[in-house]
């Protein structure tokens, strides 16, 4: 049997020589990942496929002047006197109060609803993978993407504070550091801060289930077969 294996061993060796092998089984392991983030699944910890953790639902409260639309209604509502400064057309000016109606509205996140990873489609786009040789009949694979990536697999957790963007205008606008309030964004509507941080489940995309890893064998030994018959 030894010299059997040796000359498969060779046989391998040779085939994985060729870059088209190498890209092959680079492909085939991206595929994968990125149909990982395409169902919101991935790797669970027996290595069977699992759901990733849902987005966690995020609101705020704000206080407005602004009426609701029909069909929306307020949590809550309250009385405010306000001054009101005009000027006359002698350069002088009078101040008048006036009651003014204030309406406490819920501001939901843009992103609530959505899949992890998937809801804007970048981190899929960015996934990326490259094959290597690291020994005779070893091949090395390293998948790319958006850094991001990499924190939802392993699952993070900040001392806080965040700044949580629930609008669009508030994710576009905003600076890190930056005085949300002074960026022309109201708390509760356009933002939330997480004083005490927040915690990020682990969401493992990245590595195959042991079903993938079986069908990516397969292809490999097809791809292998193939450049040895010379059918590329």
Not at 5 to 30: H, N
Request: aromatic share 6%.
């Amino acid at each position: 049997m030894r010299p059997q294996w040796d000359g498969w061993q060779r046989r391998v060796a040779k085939a994985l020589k060729d870059e088209r092998v190498r890209s092959g089984i680079a492909m085939a392991i991206q595929r994968y990942a990125k149909a990982h983030i395409a169902k919101s699944e991935g790797r669970g910890p027996d290595g069977r496929t699992s759901q990733l953790a849902p987005l966690q639902p995020i609101s705020g409260e704000f206080w407005t002047k602004r009426k609701p639309r029909e069909g929306t209604f307020p949590k809550a509502t309250r009385e405010r006197t306000v001054a009101v400064t005009t000027k006359r057309k002698d350069g002088s000016v009078k101040v008048t109060q006036r009651k003014v109606t204030e309406y406490l509205m819920a501001g939901e996140s843009y992103r609530n609803g959505g899949q992890p990873l998937r809801d804007t489609g970048n981190l899929q786009r960015s996934i990326t993978a490259r094959a290597r040789l690291a020994g005779p009949t070893r091949v090395e694979v390293t998948l790319a993407g958006a850094l991001y990536g990499i924190f939802h697999e392993l699952g993070f957790t900040t001392a806080g504070p965040n700044f949580i963007p629930l609008t669009r205008k508030g994710k576009r606008e905003h600076a890190t550091g930056a005085n949300p309030n002074a960026e022309g964004l109201t708390r509760g509507k356009d933002f939330i801060m997480a004083r005490d941080g927040v915690t990020v489940p682990k969401r493992p995309f990245l590595v195959p289930t042991n079903t993938e890893w079986g069908e990516i064998g397969r292809t490999i030994r097809l791809g292998i077969a193939r450049v040895l018959k010379g059918r590329t």
